[in-house]
């Protein structure tokens, strides 16, 4: 019941295809996933494009393209889509519409972002997932799990990248084992960022400029000490990195409860002390914690917020992966 209205709210958002198209057109195809997986490759982009009828491989088939990084002012979701349900869909869409109002609050204080679109644009802003090959807590990705992921976002790998990853079939397709009638999904394809590293000051290098989306309990994570040398000094070192790549945080409240996706929202407002002071936040009522030594200096001073809170009135949704794999392990067959 919680996908229904995230899943209404994805698909009555405005398209971004014309921004998504815009960058797309431009890249070069090159098989690729291969490397990424290996970690010899930092990322590789997987999209949605129909091949030609003269073409042996099928017309929906995704392309690979080699060391394709989206452009600035993109909106990018990473997760491990395992599988992609309404939430994803909704947040995303939710996402792109709050990084639209922060870079207009930012423009009219007359500080406007330097990776902002311009103004009064209609192009829109590319969107897109990134899916790690490489999990912090997990290691490497099966590479058959990989290429389901990547079949659910984006269609069928062609088999010259199925090879690569020492698949000789394609995997089982995630749609079927958890259909729509569970996740909630619309179908629709997302170009897909598949990417080598596993921790964000790195994946902020290879999206600079970009919005990254992340729930309030990964934002937890990236603010925890034991990933960046056991230090607290090594949080804001890592924060400072994605800061300085221009890339920023939009946080989407959770559930307390992810197991059963009830329970009070846990927001940004609730783990600010964990994010050194350095760095602004914009928090889900609207107020701004301005960055350390600019309290009195008025909302135009200092540095734009780092981490910008998704209003509960803009999404809220209690869907998960996990959920929706232990409604399918209830299902009967």
């Not at 934002?219 to 925890?224: F, T």
Request: charged share 15%.
């Amino acid at each position: 019941a919680a996908a229904e209205p995230a899943a209404a709210a994805a698909a009555a958002a405005p398209p971004s295809s014309r921004a998504n198209a815009a960058w797309l057109e431009r890249l070069p195809t090159a098989p690729s996933l291969a490397q990424v997986a290996s970690a010899a490759l930092p990322c590789a982009l997987v999209l949605p494009r129909a091949a030609s009828a003269a073409e042996a491989e099928p017309a929906d088939t995704a392309a690979v393209e080699a060391r394709a990084t989206p452009p600035p002012g993109s909106v990018v979701l990473s997760g491990s889509f395992n599988p992609l349900h309404a939430g994803h869909e909704a947040l995303l869409a939710a996402a792109a519409a709050e990084a639209a109002a922060e870079d207009a609050r930012l423009a009219l204080a007359g500080t406007p972002h330097p990776h902002a679109p311009p103004p009064h644009s209609d192009a829109g802003r590319a969107t897109l997932v990134e899916l790690s090959a490489v999990n912090a807590d997990k290691g490497t990705i099966d590479a058959a799990a990989l290429a389901a992921r990547l079949e659910q976002l984006c269609g069928p790998l062609p088999r010259a990248e199925l090879a690569a990853l020492g698949l000789a079939e394609p995997p089982e397709r995630l749609r079927d084992t958890y259909p729509a009638t569970l996740t909630g999904s619309n179908g629709r394809s997302l170009p897909a960022l598949v990417t080598s590293r596993p921790l964000f000051p790195d994946k902020a290098a290879l999206m600079r400029g970009c919005w990254l989306v992340l729930g309030v309990d990964t934002v937890e994570r990236l603010c925890s000490p034991r990933y960046f040398g056991g230090a607290a000094s090594g949080v804001a070192r890592a924060l400072a990195r994605i800061e300085a790549a221009g890339c920023r945080i939009v946080v989407a409240a959770r559930p307390a409860d992810a197991a059963t996706g009830s329970g009070r929202l846990v927001t940004l407002a609730d783990i600010a002390h964990m994010i050194p002071s350095a760095f602004a936040l914009r928090l889900p009522d609207g107020t701004l914690r301005p960055a350390a030594g600019f309290e009195a200096e008025g909302a135009s001073a200092g540095p734009p917020p780092l981490f910008v809170a998704l209003p509960e009135a803009a999404f809220r949704s209690g869907a998960s992966s996990s959920l929706v794999r232990a409604q399918a392990a209830a299902t009967p067959p």
